[in-house]
């Protein structure tokens, strides 16, 4: 079965500009979490989504948002981007409501330049 | 608040064995392990719930002290293939995030 795609794989932005990810879980997951992850501070925590709900919402600014459309897919947006917001982004989808193990995706490479 | 992961970094031979440790200050409901390779996505290893039960990859093995709110992993006889970054990731009870450790680099030489 397809796993969890993301798109673009890679992306070069300038400052000031404003970014919109997108992630595919696998088929019939509901759960939908994004994390950042950057070689100082690891994986952290964006959102997580669950049946079109944001249930959590991770230490960033608000000019990180996203959403979950009623298919699971779901977005991700990061407006006037700057330098610091350079990462891989990536999303993870999972069966279960809890207690289950995460799918992530290949990632979105963001370079803010 | 975010787990701790001890080692750092390892090195091993190809055959030796490996346990990486995973400590969180809260009561935990289950705890996730995941490895990544180089430019590459974690990969879900294994998954201890709370109350002993235990989901994954049939060549690991976990143990969860629930009381301590730790947890160890294991890798025996170790292959190059084992090779990337160990990550832990705790859930916390009530509507809770998961959220992963700062790694463990294990490298596997021949």
């Known amino acids: 079965k397809a796993g969890v795609t993301q798109t673009p794989r890679y992306l070069i932005k300038t400052r000031g500009q404003q970014v919109t990810l997108s992630c595919s879980p696998i088929s019939g997951h509901r759960s939908v979490s994004w994390y950042q992850q950057t070689p100082g501070q690891g994986l952290q925590f964006l959102f997580e989504y669950f049946s079109e709900t944001q249930r959590n919402k991770g230490n960033f600014p608000g000019r990180f948002s996203g959403r979950q459309f009623s298919n699971s897919r779901s977005e991700m947006n990061v407006s006037t981007l700057e330098l610091g917001d350079s990462a891989l982004y990536l999303c993870a989808s999972s069966l279960e409501d809890r207690g289950g193990g995460y799918t992530f995706g290949s990632g979105t490479r963001l370079t803010v330049v | 608040q975010q787990p701790v992961q001890s080692p750092q970094a390892v090195i091993l031979r190809e055959g030796e064995d490996a346990v990486i440790n995973c400590s969180s200050s809260k009561a935990l409901y289950s705890v996730h392990w995941y490895r990544q390779k180089h430019g590459e996505a974690p990969v879900f290893l294994m998954i201890l719930l709370k109350g002993g039960e235990q989901k994954g990859h049939e060549k690991i093995s976990a143990s969860f002290n629930e009381k301590k709110q730790q947890s160890s992993l294991y890798l025996t006889a170790s292959q190059l293939s084992y090779s990337g970054t160990y990550f832990c990731?705790?859930?916390?009870?009530?509507?809770?995030?998961?959220?992963f450790g700062t790694g463990t680099r294990l490298t596997i030489i021949p």
């Open positions: 990731g705790t859930e916390g009870f009530g509507n809770e995030k998961l959220t």
